[in-house]
């Protein structure tokens, strides 16, 4: 009898949901409006209500299905399914594990959204099964996730892999999480904005100050195809910057010792010229032997990476 | 039938035994002179003799051994028990584990003696089997283990955990690794005595020119003591390490969200003079959930703590 698995990735708009079967083909997917409702079931109910749809319309039976993994934005007690906080979704202590486990009667595995994504990408992406991986996700925000000896590490209370605040700077630029200096600052879309946009006056000739003056703002791609041109701002922006991320990131590889890095988010979509000189600086900082044993890769599975790893994770339980 | 655990610790100058209950009941520790001969296989025909002697004086026998766990200096592979490398030892790509377990008949597991301790000290030490868990040693280096899921972190090839080779100053003191401004030369033993030596002239009343004077040299002993009086050289120095020290511990805390903080090593002796400090630099790095789900403490084991963490490691795998 044919097993499906099924994956779901909960944000603060919209819920994607997909089912996959045992062997990682995307059977169906698709997505629902994220009604949020602070502490009450609306989402689970929502989540339940999609799938058992679905269930029907591919003529899957209750039987077929190994369990539900979902990733929620927040802090995530792995071990009960809890959201001990989600900002977006207005949870606190939200047991969301145990609500879609009564309504489906199925096994429910629940991780934070980019431990999940990371996951996804270790299945099916970019990071080919990695024992031991680390994702980074350049958006607005820098997340991440970590994987070693082949599972999510998660932590004590759902805050592992919170790349975005490590500290890279004394005194730094203030963050949203209250400190200052965090990777998040520097790094993220925002950060590389906010950081040529304090340097744009110091280059009158800089392609970027056009930019500024037709569109009213600089972004963080404008600044990479500025970089791609050899303008001599964006050129010292995107050094500083994967300065900055290479430390962080050998910083963490001294600590887990991957074979692959994985970076995904908007900001990755410059490609090459992201990679270059952010593996320049990697091998700056990190020892020769962690350079040797690690290799850089780009995301491939962009938003379907969180639907995949909820998938993988009730995988990971079930087989 | 009574089941033991042997638990090897190989260092450079002797190798500690231990015949460890399941219960984790130190039957027997003792330790022989490590015979260095490159890539002969004097030490595992030593460790092997040595056991076997104990096991007729104990009157073990073999069915009642669940295993042999090792740590040793170095890059350890540890799906297949070879030492990549051990500098100490003269080891490159040595067979370990396979001659143990040729010469033994048991099972036998091998990873890094600072993993391993950090094990010992999870089981039978300050750890109380936290699931997360970092541990970090301040001796003449800087090392550490990583336990996440209640697993060794060992990583791709056995670097995980290198901790002392955090980069964290940029254009730092040369580090015996090649780089410069690695954790290590600043918080060892080794970096404390020579930041102190670097910043001693400008403090003519530091009652650490009184001790050079006498003693010809300064430790990280005296600095910790002098801090205790309130001396203001001691106090910029403790000030300093354990600012950086807290800012790396921080770093780790953000990717693997430990419940417990172990510190051990020559440099943990000074306790309270040098974990009040460190706590209250984790403080201002960490983010505020991080720090309230993790405590600090200083390791208990001591020297036995890789044996302990060597038989823990069989204990794992066999039970």
Known sequence: MKKYLFGVDIGGTTIKLGIIST???????????????????????DIWEALSLKMNDHQIDKNQVLGIGAGAPGFVMTETGVIAQAVNLGWIDFPLGELLKNLSGLPVYI????????????????????????????????????IANGQIVSGTNGMAGEIGHMTMQYN?????????????????????????NERIDKYPNSILRDIRSLKGKVTAKDVFDAYKESDELATEVVNHITDVLGLA???????????????????????????????????????PRIVEGS?????????DAGIIGGAYLVKQHQL
């Open 23 to 45: 062997e990682g083909h995307i059977i169906d997917k698709w997505e629902i409006t994220t009604k949020k409702g602070d502490q009450s079931d609306q989402i689970p109910n």
């Open 295 to 303: 290799s850089f890769t780009i995301a491939s599975l962009g938003n």
């Open 111 to 146: 991780d934070n959204d980019a431990n999940i994504a990371a996951l996804g990408e270790n299945w099916l992406g970019s990071g080919d099964l990695a024992e031991n991986l680390v994702a980074i996700t350049l958006g607005t925000g820098v997340g991440g996730g970590i």
């Open 172 to 196: 730094g630029a203030p963050c949203n999480c209250g400190r200052n200096g965090c990777l998040e600052t520097i790094a993220s879309a925002t950060g590389i904005a906010r950081i040529t």
């Open 249 to 287: 990131i050998s910083n963490i590889a001294t600590i887990v010792n991957p074979s692959k890095i994985v970076v995904g988010g908007g900001v990755s979509k410059a490609k090459d010229a992201l990679l270059v000189p952010l593996e320049a600086a990697y091998k700056r900082y990190a020892l």
